[in-house]
């Protein structure tokens, strides 16, 4: 599977962005999907995944109340809709999908997936 993130760009903090992650050359439905960021010099940091056995998702603290992630099979896509943006969201946005249905605590660990976009830069100014 490969994934292709878009939907990124400029945002004014308190505003909103969607970003999106298709998927080509497999389904979306059969892996555990999570979007990650990093900023220059910093290691790339958990922000929301979703696996799709129970429609569950989990979320950074960070994340928790502002970001929704949601995964739509008809589409072979996943989104992370990203509400009251603040400038600390400043980064670019990757999509990684990790073969398998059920979500564990340890998907939070970029290392767990397998497959990533080239990332999507969200900028948020205050």
């Given amino acids: 599977i490969q994934v292709v993130e878009s939907g990124g760009g400029l945002a004014q903090a308190g505003g909103s962005l969607t970003l999106s992650c298709a998927a080509f050359g497999g389904r979306v439905s059969g892996y555990t999907m999570g979007w990650f960021r ?3 010099g910093k290691e790339r940091e ?16 960070s994340a928790k109340g502002r970001f929704t992630i949601a995964g739509d099979s008809a589409k072979n896509s996943v989104y992370l809709q990203m509400n009251r943006l603040k400038p600390e969201d ?6 990684g999908a990790r073969l398998g249905l059920h979500w564990h605590e ?11 976009g080239r990332g999507t830069q969200v900028t948020v100014s205050s």
């Fill in 90 to 95: 400043t980064a670019v946005y990757y999509c």
């Fill in 46 to 61: 958990f922000v929301a995944a979703y696996a799709w056995s129970g429609d569950l998702a989990d979320y950074a603290d």
């Fill in 38 to 40: 990093q900023t220059p």
């Fill in 106 to 116: 340890w998907y939070t660990d970029p290392h767990e997936y397998s497959t990533w």
